[in-house]
């Protein structure tokens, strides 16, 4: 893994928006609105991300925490945070998470080799070198930051004010 291509990719670089500039200016208000035909929220977004990178920062540190019997369990069921304060502690976790695979994707080649120990069967079928773990974890984000982008349009909230394209 190269570490200058992940962080570009992180910061937004090329293709991708840079993840933190599409939620930092986004209140809970809108946050919390839905399109119709569209089954998540940005809050939702948010916090599915926020599962999954938690999840694997974990598997990587070597514990093995529970896998959820279903995707459902990686989302809110609520659409809406409960306060501001609540988004933006979802906003501060966000940036806090995106802070640890950064610096896990700045390990030494010999440790980025490093086999995570699965901790579902699902695990198995896959690459889970560090390498590995941090590239799904970083393209999982852009999927879902894509959608953000997206929704933000939606609701004419684009670009955020760290910038984006606009075309």
């Known amino acids: 893994m190269s570490n200058r ?3 570009e990719l ?3 670089t090329g293709a991708h928006a840079d993840s933190l500039a599409c939620i930092e200016d986004v ?15 940005i809050w939702q977004l948010v916090s599915h991300m926020n599962f999954w990178m938690d999840y694997e920062i974990q598997r990587i540190a070597g ?4 896998y959820p019997d279903h995707a459902a369990l990686s989302w809110p069921t609520e659409a809406t945070p409960a306060s ?6 979802a906003k501060d ?15 030494p080649p010999e440790a980025l080799s490093h086999e995570v120990k699965p ?4 695990h ?16 999982h984000n852009s999927y879902h930051i894509g959608q953000i982008a997206l929704i933000r349009r939606c609701f004419h909230a684009w670009p955020p004010r760290g910038g984006g394209d606009t075309w």
């Open 5 to 7: 291509v992940f962080e």
């Open 10 to 12: 992180l910061q937004g």
């Open 27 to 41: 209140s809970a208000e809108l946050a919390g609105k839905t399109i119709e035909g569209f089954p998540h929220s």
């Open 63 to 66: 514990v093995a925490p529970p």
């Open 84 to 89: 501001e304060k609540h988004w933006s502690n």
């Open 93 to 107: 976790t966000f940036t806090a998470l995106l802070q640890e695979l950064s610096t896990l994707a700045q390990s």
């Open 119 to 122: 901790s579902h069967p699902a």
């Open 124 to 139: 198995t079928k896959m690459a889970s070198s560090l390498q590995s773990v941090l590239w799904q974890a970083l393209v």
